[in-house]
Nanobody, 125 residues
């Protein structure tokens, strides 16, 4: 059974940084499309970034380009989201997701088969 567990959220001041982790169990992290999404109170789940199944391509939504970086550690079976220059509008619950198969990258919520429980990120002074 595939399980994803996020960690690393917390409270940070505007302009600060956080690194989120997504530990995968039940299969390897690499070789499958994966992504990060977020959901602020009262809003729908929003795409943040994704990596293709072959690891060749990463894609970021415009609002986080240049500030967020997706990476992975195959040995640790973990995907990371490095978030710099955080803004109050980045406040949300962040979720990692994995697709059961595929080589491309996907920004649709419905494309993903496995989800973590989420980790809260709050950006406030």
């Amino acid at each position: 059974q595939v399980q994803l567990v996020e960690s690393g959220g917390g409270l940070v001041q505007p302009g600060g940084s956080l690194r989120l982790s997504c530990l995968a169990s039940g299969r390897t992290f690499s070789g499958y499309p994966m992504g990060w999404f977020r959901q602020a109170p009262g809003t729908e789940l929003e795409f943040v970034t994704a990596i293709s199944g072959n690891g060749a391509t990463t894609y970021y939504t415009d609002s986080v380009k240049g500030r967020f970086t997706l990476s992975g550690d195959n040995a640790m079976n973990t995907m990371y989201l490095q978030m710099n220059s955080l803004k109050p509008e980045d406040t949300a619950v962040y979720y990692c997701a994995s697709k059961a198969y595929g080589v491309g990258w996907y920004r649709s919520v419905g494309a993903y088969d496995y989800w973590g429980q989420g980790t809260q990120v709050t950006v406030s002074s």
